[in-house]
């Protein structure tokens, strides 16, 4: 029994060697990107893809779980297969990160402190750690997450071809370890281009940027991040007022900003373009399936809402040709509930109340949105505005549109007894009783609100 023992132990010795007796043995790790990892966070979706393409694998290993102690150095391959020689006594913590031939983007110098270099924007990358405990296992597999998230650019109403720059501030450094960036931010602007007009809605919007990817180096953990967005129509010189929008944003989630990129929060100013769709702008962007249909000269504290007139005058229009009193016509405000008192009145008939009748006319077809309507004295007032400064305003539109101006004399919807109503002259501000069968110019109004 003694003489078998010892031919066992020999015979162990000699077939092992040197690797057996010093505990070493080789460890094999595959390391795979994955398209899809986490549950979905509120406001976000997580990444996903058909394929990814990694040319460049980097690992560094660590005898601490603190990642304090490194064992030897870097290693890198292009197809993320790893052979290792290590103590089978002991356990090791392994960092690992991954890109497409990003030397010119990433400084890789320390996993746990991976730069962005200076200019570059982020493109996609992943990373991911690995224990390899003590003891025999010879092969590990080891999935890898993104550690940019990615900023989709989702249109919700229609948008001409033209551009978005999109910036923001970036940290430049980014911790494998700990899933931390880092460091001083620092301005970066990327520009996504489209060749196309976009049209999406609210509930089935459109990318802009399926093609053009937008990336930020980000935590692991959501943070918010101030995008500031510019929109430039292809056919103009000059791009339109930036604006803010502030998203979480977080490694190996979309963030997905949704709105109308023309202006996200839309603010009318008067003298803006008021188009059939009901959106709005300062400069003419006119369609044969969207045309200018009037100018705005009034704008509600939300800046989403106010009043438009037309384009175009009714010319040489009787108030009516009959000397009758209408009840509910004789509101100073509201030229809405004139025009409908008169044309719900029983004796009622366009050829009898031609003034009303020519606003009233406009709305067939119906364009949502939009009631047009034959303006009380103060919403004639508004559109003179102070010494005529919306009314040089509107003016200066109506022409770029294509309109006619104003004029001087206009008829107001309020009527001040049974054979007069309000005039009021456009020009210089102020009110006549006129005599309703007398005739002149008419102009339309209606209200708006933004349909975005």
Known sequence: MCAVAAMFVSCTKEDSGNERLTGEH?????????????DEPNMKSIQTRGTVTCNRFIIELYTDADYNTMVGTQQSTTDGNFTLTLDRTKTYYALLWADNNASAIYDVTSLKAVTLKTGQLPVEAFCGKLTIAAGNQAKYDVSLKRAVAKVNLNETGYLPKGSVTVKYNQKPAFNVADGTTSGTSAGLTATVTTTADFTGTKTVPVTLNTDQPIYVLASNTAGNVDFTLQYKDATEIFAETEFTVTAPVQANYNTNI??????????????????????????????????????????????????????????????????????GADSSTDGEANTA???????????????????VAKNNPKIAGINWYLPATDELVSLCGTNGTVKDTVEQALIKAGG????????????????????????????????????????????????N
């Open 26 to 38: 080789k460890v094999t790790i595959s390391a795979v990107p994955n398209l899809s990892m986490a």
């Open 258 to 327: 949704k709105g109308h990129f023309t202006t996200v929060v839309p603010i009318a100013k008067v003298g803006d373009f008021y188009y059939k769709n009901g959106t709005w702008s300062s400069t003419n962007k006119a369609t044969a399936d969207n045309p200018i249909i009037g100018v705005v000269f009034v704008v509600n504290a939300d800046g989403k809402s106010g009043k438009i007139v037309s384009l175009d005058s009714g010319i040489y229009l009787a108030w009516s040709s009959e000397e009758v009193l209408i009840p």
């Open 341 to 359: 008192a008169i044309t719900s009145y029983s004796g009622y008939l366009a050829e009898k109340y031609p003034a009303v009748a020519w606003c």
């Open 404 to 451: 006619n101006i104003l004029g001087i004399f206009l008829w107001t919807s309020t009527q001040l007894g049974y054979n007069s109503a309000s005039f009021f002259n456009i020009q210089n501000n102020y009110e006549l009783n006129m005599g309703k069968t007398a005739k002149d110019n008419v102009r339309a109004i209606s209200a708006f609100k933004s349909n």
